[in-house]
């Protein structure tokens, strides 16, 4: 079933700069930052001190409670811990390896008996492999999947990568077709749910074409071709389009007995369990009109932005804005000095957008027309604005997915997203 939902936007999805470029191993990085902090809830604690020696696949974070691993992404000495900024979380310790371009891994240990695996055996290990959300959420996988067992009876893989210019999960499905599809059905035979989707937009025809080749020998996995919207990516609304099930407000995907997992992460599930390996690299998209060679790499977490710029060509002189995650939903970078997280898809080098001195939003109700949660941005911002808590109560700030819709569409161009962003954390904190 396809139902689209309703609002949204179309901007030009700009893919064709790096869809058919060759994706291929950034250089090798003199050091990687591998911060300790990469998904929501609680950061890890290092497992390791300066002086040590590394190894690729080493586990060098881990901590209690909601927490996560980190492993070492390139083998070398530990040389510091220190804080370092990264978008959305602030301010945490990474773990500083000098590279000795050795390139020496750990050993692998694959599970011995993946078709006798149950949920929380599974969960285990996604957990052992520090498996987050690969599309930018960060959520720890094991914990969604732990929640959903037993409760579910959909399954979608969310290979719709609506972000303008942003093509990794799009290469990696074309370049692992095989190991993503295990994935799916490693994930589909432990929540044992009656359907399996993988959604994606119709902008991607090599990777449809690839995965309705090889899905024929996964009768119980479905290719879900969904028309190409802004924010299809976003899980209530994949989940709307895939099932025609809406999401309530304040409720989650499993309350409308759906969960939904990543394109790299359901790939991440099947190189742990097939492989043994932890999560240590990701394709990554360097592209926009501000970049010299738009290109898709295979890299390191904990790789520099700026080493990738460089890989990439570098920037040309109008450059004015990087953004992380996409234009849509992403992060401006302010210092290329920051390390690329597990949840990091891309980096979008585009012109300076010559900002509206003091914006002032004149009600035109664009924001309204497309807002694909039902909400109302122009009165949030103006609650915002007046620091009126109780209003953004009743106008459902919370239930805003940062989808970017609303920005897009203002003529005032009021960092709508922004503000929001900095309302629901607010918001948070004053439930506290």
């Not at 079933?1 to 090798?28: I, N, Y």
Request: a negative charge; charged letters at 20%.
């Amino acid at each position: 079933m396809k139902e689209l939902f309703s609002g949204g936007v179309h901007p030009a999805d700009k893919k064709e700069m790096t869809r058919l470029a060759e994706v291929r191993p950034v250089s090798a990085p003199p050091e990687v930052a591998v911060p300790l902090r990469q998904h929501i809830g609680v950061p890890c604690q290092s497992l390791v001190k300066i002086g040590d020696s590394v190894a690729v696949g080493q586990k060098i974070g881990d901590g209690e409670g909601m927490c996560v691993p980190v492993h070492a992404s390139v083998s070398g000495t530990v040389t510091d811990i220190r804080p370092v900024v990264i978008p959305d979380f602030g301010e945490v310790d990474a773990v500083i390896i000098q590279n000795d371009f050795q390139d020496r891994h750990i050993e692998y240990k694959p599970c011995p008996d993946p078709e006798h695996l149950d949920a929380a055996g599974l969960a285990a290990i996604m957990r052992e492999a520090g498996i987050t959300g690969m599309g930018g959420a960060g959520f720890p996988s094991y914990i969604k999947l732990s929640g959903a067992a037993g409760r579910i009876d959909t399954l979608i893989i969310n290979a719709s990568e609506c972000e303008p210019y942003v093509t990794a999960d799009d290469h990696l499905i074309r370049d692992h077709t095989a190991e993503f599809l295990k994935g799916a059905a490693i994930l589909a035979k432990v929540l044992k749910p009656e359907k399996t989707f993988i959604g994606i937009e119709d902008n991607k025809p090599e990777a449809i074409a690839a995965l309705k080749e090889a899905v024929s020998a996964y009768p119980e996995i479905t290719v879900n071709v969904l028309p190409t919207k802004c924010p299809e990516g976003s899980e209530k609304h994949l989940i709307l389009a895939c099932t025609g099930r809406e999401v309530p407000a304040g409720k989650l995907p499993v309350d409308v007995k759906c969960l939904v997992f990543n394109a790299h992460t359901c790939y991440s599930v099947s190189q742990a369990v097939y492989e043994g390996k932890p999560v240590t690299s990701r394709y990554v998209t360097v592209t926009g009109e501000c970049i010299k060679n738009p290109s898709v790499f295979l890299v390191p977490v904990g790789t520099y932005f700026s080493h990738l710029i460089a890989e990439a060509g570098g920037l040309t002189e109008d450059a004015g804005r990087i953004v992380i995650g996409g234009p849509m939903m992403g992060f401006a970078l302010s210092t290329l000095d920051v390390p690329l997280l597990k949840g990091s898809s891309s980096a979008v080098c585009m012109p300076a957008i010559r900002p509206v001195e003091d914006p002032v939003c004149i009600r035109c109700g664009k924001c309204v027309q497309v807002c694909p949660m039902h909400l109302q941005p122009c009165s949030i911002n103006a609650a915002w604005t007046r620091k009126d808590f109780e209003w953004l109560s009743e106008l459902h700030a919370t239930d805003c997915v940062d989808c970017g819709c609303c920005a897009y569409t203002c003529p005032a161009q009021i960092p709508l997203v922004e503000r929001f962003r900095a309302a629901k954390r607010a918001i948070k904190e004053a439930g506290k």
